[in-house]
């Protein structure tokens, strides 16, 4: 199966934001090459729902227990799309590409290198050998795998029940969220880009240093105009992640395209003194 397409959504949400069209232009291009990308062979995780929860109450994501055998020319046009988008930002990184590139033509580095690990979003001999920043890294990895996670753990999706998983990190690939939605029942659900999976959590609780402390909560409304949108920070560990309360804005789009499609909301946050996991490419840019 191919990746679910997103043009449509990404398209709409430009239209009612067109001053950021240029600036998200990387963006749209992997939109792009997502909804076109076939594996090329049969890519799933057939696990039982007995199989799932099994893991799930050892607090392992399945992707840990059962990392998928991607092939690296199953992905390599889409990492060397994103590899493209950051060697755009400046001569800074494009040493760490460079080798990268080279290992991987060596066969020395594959997908596996790029895989969520517990703290972090790729292998340390990938980190090492590169020079990279985490960020950068965490845009290769989602440009890059995002399509194959997504179609390895669709089988999966249903077996996760509401009390199956109370970790910060998704279930399917372990990677940290990257955006928050509250549905109608008023419950939180955090979405994850790497493989697009989601899950409950709880509101009153950092997902990503798990502090439950009311007052190391802060709420960050941007401008009026935007209202149902919400930038939670924590001063726990200075994370933040955005937030789209879906009782309120119930025509909004998919939680990756909400969120790459609204870097002022990320810029509310790092004036605050916030910073998140994962930065957009618009914040690896400014050095962020």
């Known amino acids: 199966m191919s990746s679910p397409d997103l043009r449509e959504e990404w398209a709409d949400l430009l239209s009612r934001r067109p001053e950021f069209a240029a600036t998200l232009a990387p963006y749209g291009d992997l939109v792009e090459r997502w909804a076109r990308w076939e594996p090329g062979r049969p890519l799933a995780l057939g696990w039982t729902a007995a199989e799932c929860r099994e893991r799930w109450a050892r607090g392992v994501p399945l992707v840990a227990a059962a990392p998928p055998a991607i092939r690296a020319d199953q992905i390599e ?26 290992a991987w033509d060596a066969g020395r580095l594959g997908p596996a290198a790029l895989l969520p690990a517990p703290g972090r ?20 990895a989602c440009g890059s795998l995002r399509p ?12 996760l029940d509401d009390f199956a998983w109370a970790l910060g990190v998704c279930p399917f690939c372990g990677a940290p969220p990257g955006f928050a939605d509250v549905i109608e029942d008023g419950r939180r659900r955090l979405a994850c880009h790497l493989c697009g999976g989601g899950w409950l959590f709880s509101r009153t609780r950092c997902p990503f240093c798990g502090t439950e402390r009311t007052q190391d909560l802060v709420r960050l409304e941007p401008e009026a105009r935007d209202q149902g949108y919400l930038v939670i920070g924590c001063d726990a560990c200075g994370s933040y992640l955005k937030e789209l309360d879906r009782r309120v804005r119930w025509n909004g789009r998919s939680a990756l395209v909400e969120d790459w499609g609204s870097p002022h909301f990320d810029l509310v946050a790092r004036r605050a003194g916030y910073h998140r996991p994962l930065p957009l490419l618009t914040q690896l840019a400014a050095g962020g």
């Open 121 to 140: 979003i790729g292998s340390p001999a990938l980190a090492e050998l590169t020079g990279l920043p985490a960020g950068a890294l965490e845009f290769l």
């Open 148 to 159: 194959a996670l997504e179609a390895y753990c669709a089988p999966c999706r249903a077996h």
């Open 77 to 102: 046009d889409l990492l060397a799309a994103a590899m493209d988008h950051l060697a755009a930002l400046g001569d800074g990184v494009l040493p760490g590409l460079q080798r990268l590139a080279q």
